[in-house]
């Protein structure tokens, strides 16, 4: 009798399934025939932009052969080179940041929604070639580093080396992008061949305290032996930052403790952001100790017989993308007086 009942349960719900499946298929299936006897079509003029450096403006129009119902239409966009992106979007353009020596090449196409249903319609892509020069004559190893300073500016030091194919009368010439504005380096450092391989800029319009922007950095050349290939990078502006050093560090004894305590580097983040290392030598028996504490103060129980020599310094911690260390601090030097 059980077993029935189990049996005329379990049928009963099959019974239940069957009619939501055929209640479903009798809501749905007008839409997905409605909307299979629409053709989608893909966007046109599909179009790529450089507009600044680094900076490239995807465009495009819609198919004017594209029915306009009630429809949702959106623009399905890849990005295939330099680095893979996808992403989907209302606007008919898009604007990418993304380094353009070595070209882009992007694809889009059309996205129709109508009721929850979806119709795509085929790619269209889109790509800018390389700009010219010879190979092996672009820089290399590009390295750049920002610094705040007292007058609440930051500055930008860049390094590099020249192409190996690079001729010896090569000129490069470095610009530096952040957000809309562009500039060209006044102060370079130079190479035995005269060539340029470092630039300065004491001041720039970097905004201090944000956080992962980018900054484009764009070396180009010239030669009247051959055509110099640009080269381009992006930064974040946090993970190229080199910490100030902290302030006011202090040192004494208390008791058996060795006691330090320091303020926050000079910067617009608040003492919140940093971590710190306290570097502390034994200098009797030699031995050395790295310590890392998020607070503005250590303290050490240590031999009070000898004598120490302590250090700190500085990074970013959980405000922004840890920079490069700050350098040490100034050592100071403790000891007991027996």
């Not at 380096?185 to 201090?208: G, L, M």
């Not at 008791?255 to 000079?266: G, H, I, Y």
């Not at 502390?280 to 998020?294: A, D, F, H």
């Amino acid at each position: 009798m059980v077993f029935l009942t189990d049996h005329l349960n379990i049928m009963a719900n099959m019974m239940r399934v069957c009619l939501i499946l055929l209640w479903i298929r009798i809501l749905v299936q007008p839409h997905i025939l409605q909307l299979k006897a629409v053709q989608v079509f893909p966007p046109i003029n599909f179009t790529l932009t450089v507009t600044a450096l680094a900076q490239v403006l995807l465009s495009w129009k819609p198919s004017p052969n594209q029915e306009q119902r009630n429809y949702t239409i959106r623009y399905d966009v890849k990005i295939l080179t330099p680095v893979f992106e996808e992403y989907d979007t209302a606007k008919t353009y898009s604007f990418q940041t993304a380094v353009l020596h070595n070209g882009f090449s992007a694809r889009v196409r059309t996205l129709l929604f109508h009721k929850g249903l979806q119709m795509t319609s085929d790619w269209v892509t889109a790509e800018l070639q390389p700009p010219p020069g010879a190979e092996n004559t672009a820089v290399t190893d590009l390295s750049c580093v920002t610094h705040f300073t007292v007058s609440s500016a930051v500055s930008l030091h860049c390094t590099w080396l020249p192409g190996k194919e690079a001729p010896e009368d090569t000129k490069y010439f470095l610009f530096y992008r952040y957000e809309t504005y562009t500039e060209e380096c006044q102060d370079y450092i130079k190479d035995k061949w005269n060539r340029n391989t470092e630039c300065r800029f004491s001041v720039t319009h970097i905004a201090p305290g944000e956080i992962d922007e980018l900054i484009v950095i764009h070396i180009n050349g010239s030669s009247k032996y051959a055509a110099i290939k640009p080269f381009q990078q992006l930064f974040n502006q946090n993970a190229i930052e080199k910490v100030n050093i902290p302030r006011n560090v202090t040192v004494f004894l208390e008791q058996n403790d060795l006691v330090a305590t320091w303020e926050k580097p000079l910067s617009t983040f608040p003492k919140g952001c940093f971590e710190y290392e306290f570097y502390l030598i034994n200098l009797k028996s030699g031995n050395e100790q790295v310590s890392r504490t998020y607070s503005h103060d250590f303290r050490l129980r240590i031999d009070v017989t000898c004598r120490y020599s302590i250090q700190i310094r500085a990074n970013h911690h959980k405000c922004a993308v840890n920079g490069f260390w700050s350098d040490w601090s100034e050592t100071l030097y403790i000891a007991t007086v027996l």
